[in-house]
């Protein structure tokens, strides 16, 4: 079976993290033919990383807009090449639908939808457009249950819409249960892309409300940095928030520090909270789609965009070491359930139900 992913890049972000984790496992012990092909293919760590593990990129430009017409045309020579297109985000979803239809092949479309909501659905005219687009895959795939049931009251329920988690490699997370009994210093972690789903600025608040002996690290690039950057300094944080940028050792980042968080405006399935619940150390949310199917009955969620909330259950959990514990060791057990393996056998009995179709 030839299988071919496309998507707009591979700058940070969870499609483009799942990719990494799932492509080779779909390769499905070598029977598998797995490539992937970037409407922009700047280079970047995810693409060397991808690429160390054997799996051959293919790449439409080396930047400018995704979104450029021309780009359907070349996806035409692409689409006829292979037994399975599976895409990811807006511009590819868009247009492989086109190329298929100018390539005249009958090679089935499968598609990930990766988050609960996105700003197309806030626009009228975007809806005919959209159902036109979803109802030409054979499968739409949606990373959690919520995401589906948004989708579907967006463009009505469709036999092709579907859901398979999202997973991680949880191997590269797991860490023995922090004990912080004694300690007098405390490192929260944040691991997101500074855009604007994410709602850093509420965990820049929260840290006011924190002793000094709190500190902050926010793991990820983006659109937001300067204002966020902008945000600590004006909130007199500069000494207890560390912008780390893109990093390939988040395990590490995380098995040193004592809290994991993620706050954000909406989620699809966060592959960074499983992660966070992975590491062995309480992971704190957003009360949020997305992050309250994930973290709820094992973390901590906070109501969305209160600081205040946050940083008490922040406190709470480093002030008390036994919920600490029994909140680490839930998470961890919860995170064990998105295994990437899972999701790379879901994603194999799909593709071969298709071809035999």
């Avoid at 704190?284 to 906070?302: K, N």
Wanted: proline share 4%.
């Amino acid at each position: 079976m030839r299988i071919l992913h496309v998507i707009t890049s591979l700058q940070t972000g969870g499609a483009e993290h799942l990719l990494v984790d799932l492509l080779p496992l779909l390769r499905g012990g070598g029977h598998n033919v797995v490539e992937l092909l970037l409407f922009n293919g700047l280079h970047t760590p995810f693409m060397e990383e991808l690429e160390d593990k054997g799996i051959r990129i293919h790449k439409l430009s080396l930047g400018g807009n995704v979104y450029n017409p021309l780009n359907v045309f070349k996806l035409v020579r692409y689409v006829a090449q292979y037994d399975i297109i599976h895409t990811h985000n807006t511009a590819c979803q868009l247009y492989a639908p086109l190329a298929k239809l100018l390539s005249f092949t009958r090679k089935p479309l499968v598609t990930t939808e990766h988050s609960s909501n996105n700003r197309r659905r806030d626009k009228w005219w975007c809806r005919p457009i959209d159902r036109w687009m979803y109802n030409r895959y054979a499968a739409v795939v949606c990373i959690a249950d919520k995401p589906r049931q948004n989708l579907e009251d967006y463009i009505g329920k469709k036999s092709n819409i579907r859901t398979i988690a999202n997973g991680v490699d949880t191997r590269r997370f797991l860490r023995p249960i922090r004990t912080i009994e004694g300690q007098d210093r405390f490192v929260i972690t944040m691991v997101a892309g500074l855009r604007v789903e994410k709602d850093h600025e509420t965990v820049l608040r929260a840290m006011t409300r924190l002793p000094e002996n709190y500190s902050l690290q926010l793991v990820g690039g983006g659109v937001k940095e300067e204002s966020l950057k902008a945000l600590a300094r004006e909130l007199g944080l500069n000494n207890r928030v560390l912008f780390l940028g893109v990093r390939l050792d988040v395990p590490d980042i995380l098995e040193k520090s004592d809290i994991v968080l993620l706050s954000s405006h909406w989620e699809g399935l966060s592959l960074s909270s499983i992660e966070g619940m992975a590491s062995g150390r309480p992971f704190i949310a957003s009360d949020v789609d997305g992050l309250r199917e994930m973290v709820g009955g094992a973390g901590v969620l906070f109501p969305h965009g209160d600081d205040q909330e946050l940083a008490s259950a922040i406190q709470r959990l480093c002030e008390h070491p036994d919920e600490y514990r029994i909140v680490a060791q839930r998470c961890q057990e919860k995170a064990r359930q998105y295994d990437i393996s899972i999701t790379a056998s879901k994603y194999l009995d799909l593709y071969e139900q298709l071809c035999r179709r």
